[in-house]
Every structure is written in C-alpha cells, then in structure tokens.
C-alpha cells in the first residue's frame, strides 16, 4: 500500500496519527509538550511558560518539569514505535490507527533522572532511544536539551512496561 | 522539633509550578515533609483509564523531597536535584488526591540524601517510591563545628 500512496497523503496520514496519540493525553496540553517526526524519529518540544518554573530566583524549570518531559517523552516513542507497526503492517493497521485503535499505553516501571544543568526560561527538546525493546518491557534512554544539542540539561533512563493488545 | 510548616509553605506557593499543581505543605521539619497533590482531570496520562501521569508523581515526589531538605535542622538557603530515582509500584487511583513524604536521612556540606514514598488512599499501600540526592547550599554559619558533616 505504502509503496504506491502518494507521499503527501502519507505524510498526512502519519502525521494525524501522530498528533492523534499525542493530543488524547491531556497532560501533554497542560505541560506544552509536543512532537516533531521526521520518519519514525521523534523530538519532543517543551514550549516555555511560566508556570513551568520551579525555581524564581535562578530561574529555572522545576525539576519535576524536566523529568515528566523526559518521561512522555519515553513513553510517546515507545507508543509511537508500536502504533507504527501496526500502521505499516497493511490497509487494516492503517485503518485501524485511524480511527483511533491504538496499542495501550506503556507504563513506567521505574525511571533513574540525572540533572546536568539548570532548565533556562525557554524551550526544550528531548529525544528518546530504545536500547532493547523485549516483549514485556523496553529500556529507554532520554535526552534532553535547549539552545545546544550537545549540551544536554537532563539524561534519564527507565524500564517501561508493554501491554501488548495483539 | 522545628516546624518548617509555615515558612515551606510560604515557600512553596512562590514556586510557580507548584501552584499549577495545586501542590501543598501537609508538614514540614526536621528533614522530613509531607506534601499532597489533588487530583485534576488536566494532569491524566492514561485517557483510557483516567490515571494522572507519572511525570506528576515525579513532580510531586522532587518537590517533597526539595521540601524535606530545606525543612532540616541546619536550614539549607537552596537545593537542586541532582539526581532522582522513582520506581512505580502501581497506577494511581483516579479521582483522589496522591501524597508523598519524603525523608532527608544525611546530609553533608553539599549534597543530601532523600528517600521518599508517594500513596493515594492508604499510606501502607505505595504507589511510588524515590531515592534522590541533592545539591544544597547551606548558610555561612559562626565556626561552632554543628551540622554539615
């Protein structure tokens, strides 16, 4: 299917499956996280407010903040990772992911925060890697960072729970 | 016993965070604090089952843990996580309040050592637990050789 369909008609597709999984989740609203795909790589995006400041006098983000944002983080790559393979699978994965019928969501069994730098007043970015998917739970490490890549405010890893709906 | 209750509360509700959380000081002293979350239909990270995300536990257990610090005896000016560690133990029940008590159980000249536990409806039935250590910045203190380690 995917081989002959028009690329901005997949393009739309997966990205409305996309902000689909995200959006249903209202504490991604409340925080101001959102995600960019480039194929199946996610970033996450942590628009600033001030509400998000845990710290007046530096000032700087709430270190809850920056953990939850590397936790979603986590869990919408692995959800993602999943809702992808059933999308790709066929016309029926397809059809199913667009109307809404995705896996259940991981659960985070336990999640290990380091805090490298202050979280200025301004966005932040994340990305998350799966360093072993098995069929119960998956190891993911997490990155998060604001003006320079290479200058990551805060590295979590954790151990996620897969509820395999198949 | 020194009762940090007012004064962390004080300090908490100039936390801008921690107001959007609606996040309370139930007690605070002696390096050990107890803080409540409530429940808000805003914060759920399952929609099919209504539980509060965990980044809001994770929220909740840093803040009390924070409070539990700056609540010691030798009154630390400011901390910062270095480093949490939350194992989840089980989903949070939907609707109720989530509340955590945190106990700073060392402390040197830098760094304290915070364990702490997060519960909805019964104090003995956990949902979370978390191990943290954080950065501190105690007062310039008179030479009488008490406190830091």
Redesign the interface.
């Known amino acids: 299917m995917s081989g002959f369909e028009p690329v901005h008609l997949l393009k739309a597709r997966r990205d409305e499956a996309l902000a689909r999984l995200v959006d249903?989740?209202?504490?991604h609203?409340?925080?101001g996280v959102s995600f960019q795909r480039l194929g199946d790589e996610l970033t996450g995006r942590l628009t600033y407010d001030?509400?998000?400041?845990?710290?007046?006098?530096i000032p700087?983000?709430?270190?809850?903040?920056t953990?939850?944002?590397l936790?979603?983080t986590a869990?919408v790559q692995l959800a993602w990772d999943a809702a992808w393979e059933i999308m790709e699978s066929g016309p029926d994965g397809a059809a199913r992911i667009a109307a809404g019928g995705f896996p259940?969501?991981p659960?985070?069994?336990?999640?290990?925060?380091?805090?490298l730098r202050?979280g200025k007043p301004r966005d932040a970015y994340a990305r998350a890697q799966v360093t072993k998917r098995g069929r119960r739970v998956a190891n993911v490490r997490v990155e998060a960072w604001q003006d320079e890549r290479a200058r990551p405010i805060a590295i979590a890893h954790g151990h996620y729970l897969l509820r395999d709906a198949r | 016993m020194t009762d940090g209750t007012g004064l962390l509360t004080r300090m908490l509700q100039?936390?801008?965070?921690?107001?959007?959380l609606g996040l309370s000081v139930v007690s605070a002293g002696d390096g050990v604090a107890v803080l409540s979350a409530p429940y808000d239909?805003?914060?759920?990270?399952?929609?099919?089952t209504g539980v509060?995300?965990?980044?809001?536990v994770?929220?909740?257990?840093?803040?009390c843990c924070?409070v539990a610090v700056l609540s010691a005896g030798n009154r630390p000016l400011?901390t910062?996580?270095?480093?949490?560690?939350?194992?989840?133990m089980r989903?949070a029940r939907p609707g109720i309040a989530v509340t955590a008590r945190a106990e700073c159980h060392r402390m040197t000249r830098s760094v304290a050592f915070v364990r702490a536990t997060a519960w909805d409806a019964d104090e003995d039935d956990p949902l979370a637990s978390a191990a943290g250590a954080f950065m501190v910045e105690l007062a310039a203190r008179p030479a009488e050789g008490e406190g830091a380690a």
């Open positions: 249903r989740v209202p504490y609203a409340f925080l001030d509400m998000l400041i845990g710290n007046p006098a700087a983000l709430h270190g809850g903040v953990g939850a944002f936790e979603i869990i259940p969501t659960k985070t069994v336990d999640v290990t925060i380091d805090y202050s | 100039g936390l801008p965070h921690a107001r959007a239909p805003r914060l759920v990270g399952d929609p099919e509060i995300h965990g980044g809001v994770t929220t909740l257990l840093d803040t924070g400011s910062a996580t270095l480093d949490l560690r939350i194992d989840y989903p």
